[in-house]
């Protein structure tokens, strides 16, 4: 099969289910040829070192959603850190030792209520706020999610099993290069008096990118 020479990106908008890059061994030969091609580029350049481009491949491997579900939980338990996340996330998040990338790209976290429901996607790639969840997963980079959730947000929402009241505004935020997303769920009923680490429990990764809502304190035996 061939490759186009810029995958991802100027697609001709056809809806094929083998996404370039996505699934295919032979692809991610093809991808980890080219991220080590433009390694050596970055490095022959002068932009940074090969210590700087390990650092970095390893501040994202050390960040999984649990590190997400830590300040949800503290901004469930406690009010002034939420306002301060929502306001300001760079400063809440320094506070809890979590550090965003010095540039680009922007954290904004934004709340899910009984009103609004936030869905993140990114429709062009794959842009995530790593710095604070890792790697994302596969279906968020596929070509099906990234389109389906513009057009029928709802549809895909209930797909993963969260069906929204049409009382429910749905908003669809679409990542860049400059700008991520974190949604803080809404925080389960019955959850009231659980411990911060109790409520980190129910925050998923899922509900961190607003496909779902965070688990019931039942589900996890705790309710
Ligand atoms: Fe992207």
């Not at 300040?71 to 030792?97: H, I, T």
């Not at 954290?107 to 209520?113: A, M």
């Not at 049409?166 to 860049?176: A, G, H």
């Amino acid at each position: 099969m061939t490759i186009p020479e810029t995958p991802g990106r100027g697609h001709d908008g056809h809806d094929h289910e083998d996404h370039p890059g996505m699934a295919h061994d032979e692809e991610m030969g093809y991808y980890a040829l080219r991220a080590r091609a433009m390694e050596a580029l970055l490095v022959e350049k002068g932009i940074c070192s090969p210590d700087e481009i390990q650092g970095m491949v390893d501040r994202v491997e050390a960040r999984s959603p649990a590190d997400g579900a830590r300040v949800v939980a503290r901004a469930w338990a406690d009010p002034e850190f939420k306002a301060l996340l929502l306001s300001d996330p760079e400063a809440a998040l320094a506070q809890l030792g979590y550090s965003l990338p010095e540039t680009t790209p922007k954290l904004d976290v934004v709340e899910n209520t009984d009103k609004l429901h936030h869905l993140v996607v990114c429709t062009l790639c794959s842009c995530y706020p790593r710095a604070l969840l890792g790697r994302p997963p596969d279906w968020y980079k596929s070509l099906a999610y990234r389109s389906r959730a513009v057009v029928d947000p709802r549809g895909v929402i209930s797909e993963f099993g969260l069906d929204l009241g049409d009382e429910v505004e749905v908003r669809v935020l679409d990542s860049t290069a400059d700008l991520r997303y974190l949604v803080l769920p809404r925080r389960p009923k019955g959850s009231e008096g659980m411990s911060e680490e109790q409520l980190a429990e129910l925050v998923t990764r899922d509900s961190m990118i607003g496909v779902a809502n965070a688990r019931s304190p039942q589900a996890v035996g705790a309710g």
